[in-house]
């Protein structure tokens, strides 16, 4: 399911997707894995401006295989 259609079921049902921002990529891990654990669905995304002034990364450079 890609994000447009999870955002949609979400709504159709009277939900929310939480999202967070993590720019310090060791913080990804654990929230991924609290969510997993929890059985949920969550966003997790870098804005834009931590890319470009802080040197952030991806989310993906940390989580593949999770």
Same mark, same amino acid.
């Given at each position: 399911?890609?994000?447009? $259609?999870?955002?949609?079921? *979400? !709504?159709? =049902?009277? /939900?929310?997707? %939480?999202?967070?921002? =993590? %720019?310090? =990529?060791?913080? @990804? /891990?654990? @929230? *991924?894995? &609290? =969510? &997993?654990? $929890?059985?949920? @669905? &969550?966003?997790?995304? @870098?804005? !834009?401006? $931590?890319? $470009?002034?802080?040197?952030?990364?991806?989310?993906? *450079?940390?989580? !593949?295989?999770?």
């Amino acid at each position: 399911m890609n994000t447009k $259609e999870a955002v949609q079921k *979400a !709504r159709s =049902i009277g /939900k929310c997707i %939480p999202a967070f921002n =993590i %720019p310090h =990529i060791p913080m @990804v /891990k654990p @929230v *991924a894995l &609290a =969510i &997993a654990d $929890e059985n949920s @669905v &969550a966003m997790i995304q @870098v804005a !834009r401006v $931590e890319w $470009e002034k802080m040197n952030s990364q991806s989310p993906g *450079a940390c989580c !593949r295989g999770i």
